[in-house]
């Protein structure tokens, strides 16, 4: 009897030293409940439909080049089982994007060479130049999240990204000197130097004039400009 009452009286104990913490944590959750706001602030919103609205310009401006880039492929005589196959897109969708720039008229062709100088396409080859270089040093890489920002969509090609772009890749040039081949530095000072003198017809600073480069969406000569450097980089370094 006399340990079942000791048993009684130390639970009882315990109880009482827990239940006015328990009161008072009860009570203070009540407090920080009613202080929670009952409505966003507009920055708040703002925060958080920023990298929505990121999300979502980003997929029509995708949509938007891969039609121009059907039309580049109408170009190159592409069959629309071809198109349709590496665009994923259904056979209706192509065709009726296929009949349009037939109806339109034949599209000049449009060069691949990389010695090109609208700054769409420098613009691409610097893009690819930097992608390459986020890939090869992935941890020390100064334009690594430049180059993903461009391919999010987060950042767009305007002069000064295109300035900021530059400089984060002459600094990873410098910084990564002895463990870069030769070619990185010169495909970047040969765009550098193209667009540092804009000329905007396709014609190498300081050459004689050459033929304008084919028309077509900046957006679609950036695409193909960064994927021809990336690979020129990749297979002759």
């Known amino acids: ?23 008072n944590k009860g009570v203070a959750g009540e407090e920080s409940t009613h202080r929670i706001p009952e409505t966003l602030t507009e ?25 121009e880039m059907i039309k580049v492929f109408v170009g190159f005589g592409w069959t629309q089982d071809r198109i349709a196959r590496l665009t994923d897109m259904s056979q209706p969708a192509v065709s009726k994007q296929v009949v349009k720039y037939r109806a339109d008229g034949p599209s000049p062709a449009m060069g691949l060479a990389l010695d090109q100088y609208d700054a769409p396409w420098l613009e691409g080859r610097l893009w690819g130049l930097a992608e390459q270089i986020s890939e090869t040093f992935r941890e020390t890489a100064r334009c690594a999240r430049y180059v993903d920002a461009l391919g999010r969509g987060k950042k767009r090609f305007t002069p000064q990204n295109v300035d900021a772009l530059r400089r984060l890749v002459e600094e ?13 530095r010169a495909a970047y000072d040969e765009i550098s130097r193209g667009l540092d003198v804009p000329v905007g017809t396709g014609t190498a600073p300081g050459t004689a004039a050459a033929p304008a480069a084919a028309p077509a969406a900046a957006s679609v000569r950036r695409a193909l400009a960064r994927r021809i450097q990336l690979d020129r980089l990749r297979h002759h370094p």
């Open 1 to 23: 009897m006399t340990r079942i009452l000791a048993s009684i009286t130390w639970l009882y104990n315990r109880v009482m030293e827990k239940g006015p913490l328990m009161y």
């Open 43 to 67: 920055t708040q919103a703002e925060r958080i439909l920023a990298e929505m609205n990121e999300v979502i310009r980003a997929g029509e401006e995708m949509r938007r080049l891969r039609t």
């Open 172 to 184: 990873d040039l410098r910084l990564h000197r002895a463990e870069l081949p030769g070619g990185h």
